[in-house]
């Protein structure tokens, strides 16, 4: 079963304009949620990361929203640059689970200039 | 600086070969981890293992092996290649914010 659920798929948006990816998740026991990016024929790197005693954490243009009740988090990118073109993955974990790291179906962002 | 290295980034295997994906990390991390990654699927975990020696099944280790050995070493074994076995496979070395991985290794089964 798919723990972590993404959307959408994929993603037009105009340079400068603001990206916005969506996951939710089922089990409550998780406690970390990173986001990973991606670019052609290399691993995931990781982007940016939140814990759920916070409903907001902000590393430059890229911003995590975390909504604990609704078991939800997003990725805004703010002023979207042709860079940013990438596949997005969110992911979530638990320490009682050995931290293994359950990941979304993976978004591709297209920045157009 | 930090590294992940998987042994091959391109393998063409012919269906029914013995397959063997190797990852070496040069962080001292007990934790290391094997995924397949597949369009719209997102990265799904094979196997993954806390220490030398030890292994433990992930969501899909049907068809896979793995060996630990060496702390820096972790390898992937495919028993007998299928052609539904032809993915993108990306091992990841280290926990949460030093959690890292490599550059993957993509493999097509003939």
């Known amino acids: 079963q798919q723990q972590v659920k993404q959307s959408p798929q994929s993603l037009i948006v105009q340079k400068g304009g603001i990206s916005i990816i969506n996951c939710a998740y089922e089990?409550?026991?998780?406690?970390?949620f990173p986001w990973y990016q991606q670019f052609p024929g290399k691993g995931p790197a990781l982007l940016i990361a939140?814990?759920?005693?916070?409903s907001e954490k902000k590393e430059g243009r890229f911003t995590i929203s975390f909504n604990k009740s609704a078991k939800q988090f997003s990725l805004h990118i703010m002023d979207s640059q042709p860079g940013d073109s990438a596949t997005y993955f969110c992911?979530?974990?638990?320490?009682?689970?050995?931290?293994?790291?359950?990941f979304g179906g993976g978004t591709r962002v297209l920045v157009k200039p | 600086d930090v590294k992940v290295t998987q042994s091959s980034r391109y393998l063409v295997k012919r269906t029914g070969e013995k397959v063997f994906l190797e990852c070496v990390q040069d962080?001292?991390?007990?934790?290391m981890f094997w995924y397949r990654q597949d369009p719209g699927l997102g990265l799904r975990l094979i196997y993954f293992?806390?220490?030398?020696?030890?292994?433990e099944k992930g969501d899909i280790p049907e068809g896979y092996s793995v060996s630990r050995e060496k702390k820096e070493r972790f390898s992937l074994i495919l028993e007998s290649a299928s052609t539904n076995q032809t993915s993108m496979y990306l091992c990841?070395?280290?926990?949460?914010?030093?959690?890292?991985f490599g550059q993957g290794t993509r493999l097509t089964v003939v």
């Open positions: 992911a979530a974990s638990w320490g009682a689970a050995g931290n293994k790291l359950t």
């Open positions: 089990n409550t026991a998780f406690d970390y």
């Open positions: 939140i814990r759920p005693d916070v």
């Open positions: 962080m001292d991390h007990e934790n």
């Open positions: 293992s806390y220490d030398v020696k030890m292994k």
């Open positions: 990841l070395s280290g926990l949460s914010s030093e959690a890292f």
